[in-house]
């Protein structure tokens, strides 16, 4: 949900505000920005992205596909599941957000998600890109490995992610962890 809406009248849904900070307030400088954003589309060149995966971690170290709808993918091709595959062996972060303005990536709701849940692709939930960005650029940063990674992008750090923002007894494997001292 959002924060707020403006119209004539802004709404401010109080619900959604965190507390203010305990602490003196940080600026972390140190971001790991090895990463690409690949919005896929019809007629997406698949050759493309198994170049990259082909690289490994040194050259990027998280890949955030742009996917149609909730979370849905081209099934039946090979060279995208190969791609996705190699990615995640060679050390490299995958990561799926929604092309939709609003809502959420929701593991389960198309027959490719068990695929995508297999290889170990990470659902952005309803974080925006950017802010899946942002939390990719800093967990690394902080010199976690990629499994660590993984597993923090389903910890709201700042708000990035609603509260509940789907059942979690669909995400299988990638259900939320709690991280210590992000």
Do not use: W
Request: hydrophobic share 40%; proline share 7%.
């Amino acid at each position: 949900p959002p924060l707020a809406t403006l119209g004539l009248t802004m709404q401010v849904n109080n619900a959604l505000l965190l507390p203010p900070p305990k602490g003196r307030f940080r600026i972390h400088t140190k971001m790991d920005t090895r990463m690409v954003v690949l919005k896929l589309v019809p007629c997406f060149d698949m050759s493309a992205l198994l170049r990259l995966t082909l690289d490994g971690a040194d050259t990027c170290r998280a890949i955030v596909l742009e996917l149609y709808g909730t979370g849905n993918a081209p099934q039946h091709h090979t060279k995208f599941m190969q791609a996705l595959t190699v990615a995640k062996e060679k050390g490299t972060v995958v990561v799926v957000t929604s092309q939709c303005a609003s809502g959420s990536v929701i593991p389960g709701t198309y027959a490719v998600n068990k695929e995508l849940d297999n290889i170990g692709v990470v659902p952005a939930l309803d974080m925006t890109t950017e802010a899946t960005c942002a939390k990719l650029a800093y967990l690394f940063g902080k010199g976690m490995t990629p499994d660590q990674v993984a597993r923090a992008l389903h910890t709201s750090l700042r708000g990035e992610i609603s509260p509940n923002p789907l059942s979690m007894s669909n995400v299988g494997t990638l259900q939320s962890q709690p991280t210590s001292r992000l």
